[in-house]
């Protein structure tokens, strides 16, 4: 498969998973109006379950970009010299994964301890908005609607769940801090 037909199966299935949240969550809408709330809450897991997905999938997406496709291009392409542009973001522009942890944390607590994933990303960003610069807010180069500080913070919340701060057995969608992840928030919050 070619590199653009692979990144065209992405876009594809990003679209996709897309209709399917809307018409899942046209026809939750429906149901709660008419008052059949066993399907619409069917429909919410269902919605929640796809957004998730979504989710995956642009991460996925990126990686792919960036573990397939780049490094196949940037073999095949002589160096790029120092002060030329080129469409990956060099390093230390953006703000480093490490300042997220903290933010990530805190949002959880804002929201009782656990919610759904997007008004934690929502919640972290509003935490982080003094010292978000300009390229954490330009796009990912595979999902130019997904600025690079929200997949940061997905990519952080991979890594918190690995160290048993956040829940690796919450609901799909859902994102929760752990016991564990209280006591290291309550020792390291001064650190902001």
């Given at each position: 498969?070619?590199?653009?037909?692979?990144?065209?199966?992405?876009?594809?299935?990003?679209?996709?998973?897309?209709?399917?949240?809307?018409?899942?969550?046209?026809?939750?809408?429906?149901?709660?109006?008419?008052?059949?709330?066993?399907?619409?809450?069917?429909?919410?897991?269902?919605?929640?379950?796809?957004?998730?997905?979504?989710?995956?999938?642009?991460?996925?997406?990126?990686?792919?970009?960036?573990?397939?496709?780049?490094?196949?291009?940037?073999?095949?392409?002589?160096?790029i010299p120092?002060?030329?542009?080129?469409?990956?973001?060099?390093?230390?522009?953006?703000?480093?994964?490490?300042?997220?942890?903290?933010?990530?944390?805190?949002?959880?607590?804002?929201?009782?301890?656990?919610?759904?994933?997007?008004?934690?990303?929502?919640?972290?960003?509003?935490?982080?908005?003094?010292?978000?610069?300009?390229?954490?807010?330009?796009?990912?180069?595979?999902?130019?609607?997904?600025?690079?500080?929200?997949?940061?913070?997905q990519w952080?919340?991979?890594?918190?769940?690995?160290?048993?701060?956040?829940?690796?057995?919450?609901?799909?969608?859902?994102?929760?801090?752990t016991e564990?992840?209280?006591?290291?928030?309550?020792?390291?919050?001064?650190?902001?």
């Amino acid at each position: 498969m070619k590199n653009s037909e692979s990144k065209d199966a992405f876009t594809i299935l990003l679209k996709e998973l897309n209709t399917s949240l809307d018409t899942t969550n046209q026809e939750g809408a429906r149901a709660f109006q008419t008052g059949n709330l066993d399907t619409a809450s069917v429909l919410v897991q269902r919605a929640q379950k796809l957004e998730d997905l979504r989710e995956r999938v642009r991460l996925l997406a990126n990686e792919w970009d960036d573990l397939v496709f780049k490094s196949v291009t940037e073999s095949k392409k002589p160096s790029i010299p120092k002060g030329s542009s080129s469409k990956k973001l060099k390093r230390g522009l953006r703000t480093h994964e490490d300042k997220y942890r903290i933010p990530l944390l805190q949002a959880l607590v804002d929201l009782g301890g656990s919610s759904n994933l997007h008004p934690v990303i929502d919640r972290v960003g509003e935490i982080m908005k003094p010292i978000l610069n300009e390229y954490d807010y330009t796009p990912i180069n595979s999902d130019p609607d997904t600025p690079r500080w929200r997949n940061s913070t997905q990519w952080v919340r991979f890594s918190l769940v690995k160290e048993g701060l956040m829940s690796s057995d919450s609901p799909v969608g859902t994102w929760e801090i752990t016991e564990a992840g209280r006591q290291w928030l309550a020792e390291n919050e001064d650190l902001t």
